[in-house]
């Protein structure tokens, strides 16, 4: 196996154990590439990708073009000279010129197990639809999303209790090893390249503002299954007397209930520590929320401080 040399373009949180693993092995980490830095937040104040943190903690060479297509960052990967582009959730379709460059073209590693969940938010999505695994993806680079080749992968079985968040841990950390597996068998040769099954392919679009929003017509399982897909980001939302209330939690459904004769949203009880509300299906109980501008609580602290009481329904529309 020979050393190769590296370009590494990822952006989150998610592409941090794959960069620390590649940055610990014997390849040759030339360049990170990271997207310019924008403002977020309240204050729109500028916010480092956490992969740009990490690189300047680590003097790594980096570069932030304002489109990988531009000829000027073109010529700045050429003169690297690199065996091997990785992406991982870099956030951009990778142009064929920049596919052409690197000796062994561009790999990608894709937190879900292709063909299914192509797309931007495969961690959300495979959770708010209550999908019993998920995985990661290593895969040859076209300029289609999510479409190429599949060269290495591997299934992680998602648990009734996961959230988007514990499900993202699990896959960066395992899908860095995948990748740096991956970037070895390259350089060594024994890599094996098997085509997608395209007709079996899923998509996972961005999430908007209206996924975020619970529909209490929905089953008490749909509705639990988005809470947990929602946390912790961006997080299920609801609507009380026209505020939006985060739902942070609840207690997976049971099996059994009976649908009670109250309009879906409608609060069927007020707890110690919970509050239980009708669903389309059976009642579903929530455990933490967080009112807009205030910190998350528990339930039985939310109805005490907001006066909650039985019969209120959950719905309307959002105060401007």
């Known amino acids: 196996m020979k050393e190769l040399k590296l370009i590494f373009m990822g952006t989150p949180e998610f592409a941090l154990p794959s960069l620390e693993l590649i940055y610990l092995s014997s390849h040759d ?3 990170l590439v990271v997207p310019q830095d924008k403002p977020s937040g309240r204050g729109r104040k500028v916010q480092y990708a956490p992969t740009k943190k990490w690189a300047l903690e680590h003097n790594i060479p980096l570069v932030q073009p304002k489109k990988i297509s531009d000829q000027s960052f073109l010529e700045q990967v050429e003169q690297k000279s690199p065996d091997l582009i990785i992406t991982a959730a870099y956030g951009k379709i990778v142009p064929q010129p920049l596919l052409d460059l690197p000796t062994y073209g561009c790999i990608n590693l894709h937190a879900s197990y292709l063909p299914y969940y192509r797309g931007s938010a495969p961690i959300h999505r495979a959770v708010i639809d209550g999908a019993s695994y998920s995985g990661v993806s290593v895969i040859r680079m076209l300029p289609e999303l999510d479409a190429g080749d599949i060269l290495m992968q591997e299934k992680e079985d998602i648990s009734p209790l996961d959230t988007a968040g514990t499900l993202h841990d699990r896959l960066a950390a395992r899908g860095a090893k995948v990748l740096l597996r991956t970037v070895n068998a390259i350089s060594a040769g024994t890599v094996t390249a098997v085509p997608q099954d395209h007709e079996l392919a899923t998509y996972a679009p961005p999430l ?3 996924d975020e929003r619970l529909d209490w017509n ?4 749909e509705i639990y299954n988005r809470i947990r897909g929602l946390n912790p980001w961006p997080g299920a939302y609801t609507l009380m007397n026209g505020k939006r209330i985060k739902v942070w939690q609840a207690v997976r459904p049971a099996g059994g209930e009976k649908k009670p004769e109250a309009v879906p949203g409608t609060i069927l009880a007020v707890g110690e520590d ?3 509300v009708a669903t389309g299906s059976v009642p579903l109980t929530l455990l933490n929320l967080q009112p807009a501008g205030k910190n998350a609580m ?9 006066r909650v009481e039985t019969g209120q329904v959950l719905d309307g529309e959002p105060e401007n």
């Open 29 to 31: 980490l030339s360049l």
């Open 208 to 210: 908007t503002t209206e």
């Open 218 to 221: 929905r089953s008490a399982t």
């Open 274 to 276: 919970s509050l239980t």
């Open 298 to 306: 528990n339930a039985g602290s939310f109805c005490c401080g907001y």
